[in-house]
C-alpha cells in the first residue's frame, strides 16, 4: 500500500513563488502518468501539469509559470509555482496512475492574495 503526502502549500502574494512536494512512502513502479491536479471552491477539479510517456504537460493557465519535475532517488514529485494569481487558490492534489494502481495524496491548500 503506498500513501502520497503533498507538502509545500500556503498562503502567498499575488507575484510570488511556492514549490510543491509529493512524497511517496515507497518506490511505485510501473508508473504510466504522474501530475497536480487543483479544485477551487465550487469548482470541478482540473488537471494542472502531468509527465506522461516522458513528456510533460500543463495547462494554459499555468503554462510558463509552473514547472513538474520528479526525483525518482526520493519517490518526490515537484510543482514549482511562480509568478502566483490569485486565481491560482485552490486544494492542490498529486495523484500517480501505475499499471496495478491509481494513489492520491490528501491534498494541499494553496492561497494566493491580491
Known amino acids: 500500500q503506498v500513501q502520497l503526502v503533498e507538502s509545500g502549500g500556503g498562503l502567498v502574494q499575488a507575484g510570488g513563488s511556492l514549490r510543491l512536494s509529493c512524497a511517496a512512502s515507497?518506490?511505485?513502479?510501473?508508473?504510466?502518468?504522474m501530475g497536480w491536479y487543483r479544485q477551487a471552491p465550487g469548482k470541478q477539479r482540473e488537471l494542472v501539469a502531468s509527465?506522461?510517456?516522458?513528456?510533460?504537460n500543463y495547462a494554459d493557465s499555468v503554462k510558463g509559470r509552473f514547472t513538474i519535475s520528479k526525483d525518482n532517488a526520493k519517490n518526490t514529485m515537484y510543482l514549482q509555482m511562480n509568478s502566483l494569481k490569485p486565481e491560482d487558490t485552490a486544494v492542490y492534489y498529486c495523484?500517480?496512475?501505475?499499471?496495478?494502481?491509481?494513489?492520491w495524496g490528501q491534498g494541499t491548500q494553496v492561497t494566493v492574495s491580491s
Open positions: 495523484n500517480v496512475g501505475s499499471n496495478w494502481a491509481d494513489y
Open positions: 515507497r518506490t511505485i513502479f510501473g508508473i504510466n502518468t
Open positions: 509527465i506522461t510517456s516522458g513528456s510533460t
